[in-house]
């Protein structure tokens, strides 16, 4: 039995965006907000903060990983502001945590929220994920959804 082009998918109605202090995060974020926009979408932006990422002193100091939440925290509020800026009606944030991001990203939070697309960058030097290309590529492979993996 062939699939008729008329059962496919032409619009998300939820888009999930990983994001995080990158160059790389920001090109996911201004995807997201993009594909939103032209779908009349729902998005929501999401940072994992990945405590391996912390030193062992941070991790076992508790005003550190705090202070590292409301930096984040912040950080997903301004990208908020962006996204209502543009014009994307409905946008929440959620602050997660986990081992690797693009696991939580894809394995938890996109189930969760039932997105149906998640974007994210392709490869991140600086901020929270220094391997994001590893996370991409596990996020391509893995997850439940479509998947764009955003690229400047």
């Known amino acids: 039995m062939a699939l008729e082009l008329s059962d496919i998918q032409t619009a998300y109605q939820h888009v999930l965006v990983g994001v995080d202090e990158s160059e790389q995060g920001q090109v996911a974020l201004a995807s997201a907000v993009h594909q939103a926009l032209e779908d009349q979408a729902k998005l929501t932006i999401a940072t994992v903060l990945e405590l391996g990422d912390l030193s062992t002193t941070?991790?076992?100091?508790?005003?550190?990983?705090?202070?590292?939440?409301?930096?984040?925290?912040?950080?997903?509020?301004?990208?908020?502001?962006?996204?209502?800026?543009?014009?994307?009606?409905?946008?929440?944030?959620?602050?997660?945590?986990?081992?690797?991001?693009?696991?939580?990203?894809?394995?938890?939070?996109?189930?969760?929220?039932?997105?149906?697309?998640?974007?994210?960058?392709?490869?991140?030097?600086?901020?929270?994920?220094?391997?994001?290309?590893s996370q991409a590529v596990y996020i391509a492979r893995h997850a439940k959804i479509s998947s764009l993996i955003a690229r400047r």
Do not use: F
Not at 82 to 103: F, H, N, R, S, W
Not at 106 to 120: R, Y
């Open 58 to 133: 941070d991790v076992l100091s508790l005003s550190a990983v705090n202070k590292r939440r409301e930096d984040l925290e912040k950080n997903l509020q301004a990208y908020k502001a962006y996204a209502i800026e543009q014009g994307v009606t409905e946008v929440e944030t959620v602050l997660a945590d986990g081992a690797k991001a693009g696991e939580v990203l894809a394995m938890e939070l996109a189930p969760e929220i039932k997105a149906d697309l998640l974007i994210v960058g392709a490869h991140s030097k600086q901020g929270m994920w220094p391997s994001l290309g």
